[in-house]
């Protein structure tokens, strides 16, 4: 499995490295064009973001439709397009351009997608949390050397290497990820829920929405409270920002694994992420008090401790997804998902500037410490997933047609046939079933069934 995702993740890391780059110093780099709005610094900061979402969904079914590695690499091609013209820009219309182009590259659910395809079930867990963590470590990379290249060289160079790193990672996907399977599922189950009205899936959905929506405004807010809020008290350009963010991204990088070994191995999934928003309430509330105090300890407090609940929140939340979706819906349900990973980071790039401006840094701190308590509240109704196994039956001795009756079966999740491998998922809840139970059954309906139609 390593051998066939570690290059895709690989790829999917070099281009959130691109996208995150600039965020720290972004918005200081606009006022670099002259007197702007805080409108067109929100374009500037979220345009890429919103053409994320206009483009998400054509993407995706484009990608159903001809091979998902061509339309990755078109994707990329795009982004590379999009950087080359924000690395060139001289105004901040022309800033914006290269922005959108950049986010018309729209192929996060596109890989997810295929990095379902070249994975069993039972390893693709494990493959998005490799994924989600690889996603996470570019972001506190790109956290530590976007103020320090930005801030020395221009943010324009900034976009130079986003554009050189789209070129690396075409050539990766070309020449080390494996061609996508051709994969044909049959299902002979009763209808799921809607995606759109799953509750579990909504949840999700709305924290995805969330959580990138307070990511993206943070670092809008954090550039203008040194520049506006705490000049008086610290001399520090953004060239120096990286000396904020590289305590908190330190301390992140020791809490990623703990949370994730907590999340997948140890199945308190709720748990973490109620500790994930919790940290976020706080980070905001301290943020905002320490920039209006003049306490700049307790303002980069705030920032640690955001980064903290970025990185418990990061890597667990599109594999927690991908577990409350049936295996029929996986794609569409990550391919929504993302969708709204993207409303939020252009609604928390759009309104960031906005907010800040219009409400000041306390009310803007109270908000959204409001909205996370709001949020917290959610998970009561969020489902633990369940414990989950898989068995595999060959399809040449076990037919088909008694799929959904298995399926109703108390302490069967879902099952349904892999043509392409020749198997049956029965995929079971190890809660109430064990491995020799979920058999046993399998058995007496579809191996029963396979005697009476072959006496």
Known sequence: MLKAILPLSLVVCLRFFGLFIVLPVIALYVGEFGDTSPLLLGLAVGGAYLTQILFQTPFGILSDKIDRKKVVMVGLFIFLVGSVICALAHSIEMLIIGRLVQGAGAIGGVVSAQITDLTREEKRTQAMAIMGGGIFASFILAMLLGPLIGGHFGCEWLFAITALLSLVSMLLLGFCVPETPKIHYSYEEAPSKRILTNKNLAIMN??????????????????????????????????????????????????????????????????????????????????????????????????????????????????????????????????????????????????????????????????????????????????????????????????????????????????????????????????????????????????????????
């Open 206 to 455: 709305l924290s995805s929405f969330l959580e990138k929506a307070f990511m993206t405004l943070i670092f809008v807010v954090i550039p203008l409270v040194f520049v506006e809020e705490l000049a008086p008290i610290v001399e520090m350009g953004k060239e120096d920002l990286w000396k904020v963010y590289t305590p908190a991204a330190i301390l992140a990088i020791l809490a990623l694994a703990p949370a994730s070994i907590l999340a997948e191995k140890y199945g308190k999934a709720k748990l973490v992420m109620g500790y994930g928003i919790a940290l976020f309430m706080v980070a905001y509330l301290a943020i905002a008090y320490g920039a209006h105090s003049n306490m700049l300890w307790l303002f980069i407090g705030g920032i640690v401790l955001f980064f903290l609940g970025f990185a418990t929140l990061e890597p667990i939340m599109q594999s927690l997804t991908s577990k409350y979706a049936k295996a029929h819906n996986r794609g569409v349900a990550l391919g929504v998902f993302t969708t709204f990973n993207y409303i939020g980071s252009f609604a928390g790039g759009m309104l960031g500037g906005i907010l800040y401006h219009t409400l000041g840094i306390i009310e803007l701190g109270v908000s959204i410490a409001v909205v996370c308590a709001a949020w917290l509240l959610t998970l009561f109704a969020l489902d633990n997933p369940a414990k989950q196994k898989n068995i595999y039956l060959p399809l040449s001795k076990y037919p088909t047609q008694s799929l959904a009756r298995l399926s109703q079966q108390a302490g069967i999740i879902e099952c349904y046939a892999n043509k392409s491998e020749g198997t049956i998922i029965v995929k079971y809840d190890t809660q109430v079933l064990d491995e020799a139970q979920a058999q046993g059954l399998a058995d007496s309906i579809l191996y029963s069934q396979s005697i009476k139609q072959n006496p």
